[in-house]
């Protein structure tokens, strides 16, 4: 039997020193549901089919349990959503102070923001990338 391609992106992570702030952004503005906190380790978010995961890097780069890792400066995520969203995301976002951008692309247009460590993160329609 052969191996076949990935089917999608089970999890992205994002690093973030400050797993409050990070909870109270991804939970309590973006809505997602916190499946795991372990401060000051981690901290992971059901979104959609996958999960986000937003670790404290000053620990898991000391790890022993899995292959040591984190990122030093902000890293970006894109998030899908629906583009008759959009508007909604960015009167939500801006509601609560977080400057928003808009971006325009071939296949749409999307907005992106920061998170309170300064992690990029994007919300866009699949079809920016021709996905149905």
């Known amino acids: 039997m ?17 797993l409050e702030a990070a909870r109270d952004f991804y ?25 986000l995961l937003v670790f404290n890097p000053a620990e898991t780069s000391k790890s022993d349990e899995v292959p040591a890792h984190g990122a030093s400066g902000p890293v970006h995520v894109a998030l899908t ?3 008759g969203e959009l508007e909604a995301w960015a009167e939500r976002l801006g509601a609560a102070g977080v400057e928003v951008r808009w971006a ?8 992106f923001f920061r998170d309170p460590a300064g992690n990029l993160l994007e919300l866009a329609p699949p079809a920016i990338w021709g996905i149905e």
Do not use: K, N, T
Not at 38 to 45: D, L, Q, S
């Open 27 to 51: 939970e309590g503005l973006l809505g997602f549901d916190c499946q795991v906190y372990e401060p000051p380790r981690h901290a992971f978010f059901r979104v959609g089919r996958g999960m």
């Open 104 to 111: 325009d692309w071939p296949g749409g247009r999307s907005l």
């Open 2 to 18: 052969g191996v076949g391609e990935p089917q999608g992106i089970l999890e992205a992570s994002v690093y973030a020193e400050d």
């Open 81 to 83: 959503v629906a583009e």
